[in-house]
C-alpha cells in the first residue's frame, strides 16, 4: 500500500463496551468496535467472502463474521483459521472531541505458518 488511508469521522465516542457500529468510508467500508473501554477499527469486508463484518456478532476481541464464521481480532484483523485464509486490514483509532481520526495501520496477515488452511496444505478440523 503505497499512501496511507486516514479518515476524520464524527461520533462513536458513545458506544458501550461489546457494541459496534459501521463507519462509510475507504472502499468496504470501515466497523469501529469497543472492547474493554477501548476503540478498534477494522475493513467492513470478511477475507473469505465479501460479507459485512458489522453484520456478525462482537464476543470480546474476536469479530465473527455472519455468513461462515469466519472470525478476526479486532487489535490487529488478523484471523483465526479457515474459512478465513488471511486476515483484514485494521485501523489505528485515535479519539478527538467530536469523533474518531482512523487511520489504516495494517493489512493482511500472510496467513498460517504452519501450513493448514494454505493453497496445498491441509485442513486441520476438530
Known amino acids: 500500500m503505497s499512501e496511507t488511508e486516514r479518515f476524520e469521522v464524527e461520533g462513536f465516542l458513545?458506544?458501550?463496551d461489546g457494541e459496534m457500529r459501521f463507519c462509510d468510508v475507504g472502499?468496504?467500508?470501515v466497523v469501529v468496535c469497543?472492547?474493554?473501554?477501548?476503540?478498534?477499527?477494522?475493513?467492513d469486508n470478511c477475507s473469505?467472502?465479501?460479507t459485512p463484518l458489522s453484520e456478525g456478532r462482537l464476543?470480546?476481541?474476536q469479530l465473527t463474521c455472519?455468513?461462515?464464521?469466519?472470525?478476526?481480532?479486532?487489535?490487529?484483523?488478523s484471523h483465526s483459521g479457515p474459512p478465513a485464509y488471511t486476515g483484514v486490514p485494521w485501523y489505528q483509532v485515535?479519539?478527538?472531541?467530536?469523533?474518531v481520526v482512523?487511520?489504516?495501520?495494517?493489512?493482511?496477515?500472510?496467513?498460517p505458518a504452519n501450513g493448514y488452511g494454505e493453497p496445498g496444505g491441509f485442513f486441520r478440523t476438530h
Not at 34 to 43: C, D, K, S, T
Request: hydrophobic residues 25%; proline residues 4%.
Open 14 to 16: 458513545d458506544l458501550a
Open 27 to 29: 472502499e468496504y467500508g
Open 34 to 43: 469497543r472492547v474493554q473501554g477501548e476503540l478498534y477499527a477494522l475493513e
Open 48 to 50: 473469505h467472502a465479501d
Open 59 to 61: 464476543r470480546g476481541y
Open 66 to 77: 455472519p455468513l461462515h464464521g469466519s472470525s478476526f481480532d479486532v487489535r490487529d484483523g
Open 94 to 99: 485515535t479519539t478527538t472531541e467530536t469523533g
Open 102 to 111: 482512523l487511520e489504516r495501520a495494517g493489512s493482511d496477515d500472510p496467513g
